[in-house]
Every structure is written in structure tokens, then in C-alpha cells.
């Protein structure tokens, strides 16, 4: 099977709303899988967020969207997302990774 690596660079938590100075926290900070395993993410931000948003990072830079997701929780193909905004934070779960996941 190939390896895949997701690092910090490769799914990047971030909250888009209009406040100054949020921090964000991701864990783990990177990961190395085998093709078709599952993977999860942590999100811890500062602030209350009413907006999260997951992305992922090419390796030129660029960011692609992945999941849109303020409360709740939202599937998307192989990704789903939980945000608890009252506990500040969110996940995102990678099931049967794939190659193309690389970044």
C-alpha cells in the first residue's frame, strides 16, 4: 500500500470569522497512514466560533475547502465533521484514506 502523510500543512483547522487574535490548535499535528485506513483531527480554537471551516493545504499552498461547519455534525464522502462550539472545538474524521489526500 502507499503512504500517505497529513501534516499540519496538509488539513489545516481554521476558524473564519471576524475575530482578531483567535488561536487555533490542531492535533495531531501531523500523520503518516497507509492507504484505506481512518484517521481523526482535533480542533481546539479560543473563541467562540460561528463560523469553522476545515481545510486542505496543497503543497504549492493553496487551500481547498473541505467541510463548511458551524454546529453539529456534517458528512461529506469520506469526511465528516463535528463541531461543539460551546466546548470550542471540532474534528474531522478521514475514513479510507487515499493518495490524493497527501499534502
Excluded at 488539513?11 to 501531523?30: E, I, M, R
Excluded at 471540532?90 to 489526500?101: K, N, V, W
Amino acid at each position: 500500500m502507499k503512504r500517505l502523510l497529513c501534516s499540519l500543512l496538509g488539513l489545516l483547522c481554521t476558524q473564519v470569522c471576524w475575530v482578531k487574535g483567535q488561536q487555533v490548535q490542531q492535533s495531531p499535528v501531523s500523520l503518516v497512514l497507509q492507504e484505506g485506513e481512518e484517521a481523526e483531527l482535533q480542533c481546539n480554537f479560543s473563541t467562540s466560533a460561528t463560523r469553522l471551516q476545515w481545510f486542505f493545504q496543497r503543497p504549492e499552498g493553496s487551500l481547498v475547502s473541505l467541510l463548511y461547519n458551524p454546529s453539529g455534525t456534517k458528512k461529506s464522502g469520506r469526511l465528516t465533521s463535528t463541531t461543539v462550539t460551546r466546548e470550542q472545538r471540532s474534528s474531522l474524521h478521514i475514513s479510507s484514506s487515499q493518495t490524493t489526500d497527501s499534502g
